[in-house]
């Protein structure tokens, strides 16, 4: 049986924006679906377990797990399949790294982007 991680990445915002967090639906759905298909899955929500971590870049915030702290977590749960959402274009380049980081633990693991 194969295992699956479905991770919602950091999330950039203008430093202007009241932070917030969302539910990560389209993950809970797919999770819910494999669960129930009796497929392992994990969820990593990195805005939620990184809220307090900020990187603030000019006019931009981006909070949540950093990209090594995901690295590990992909490396601790050593998954088949890496799903990553993303959301909206502007959060594009965080769903990319995630991706990446997953193929860096290991270029076997397939990687999904969607949302």
């Not at 202007?16 to 497929?39: D, F, H, Q, T, W």
């Not at 931009?60 to 702290?69: A, I, N, P, Y």
């Not at 690295?71 to 601790?76: F, G, L």
């Not at 959301?87 to 990687?111: H, S, W, Y």
Request: hydrophobic letters at 40%; aromatic letters at 6%; one cysteine or more.
């Amino acid at each position: 049986m194969k295992k699956v991680m479905l991770i919602f990445p950091p999330f950039t915002q203008p430093v202007s924006a009241r932070k917030r967090c969302l539910v990560p639906m389209g993950i809970a759905y797919i999770a819910g679906y494999l669960r129930e298909n009796n497929i392992a899955v994990e969820v990593l929500d990195s805005v939620v377990e990184g809220y307090e971590n900020e990187r603030i870049d000019g006019g931009s915030r981006t909070f949540g797990l950093s990209v090594d702290d995901i690295q590990s977590r992909i490396e601790t749960s050593a998954p088949d399949f890496v799903g990553v959402s993303c959301l909206m274009t502007q959060q594009f380049g965080n769903a990319l790294d995630v991706c990446r980081a997953a193929k860096e633990t290991d270029p076997d693991i397939q990687t999904v982007m969607g949302g």
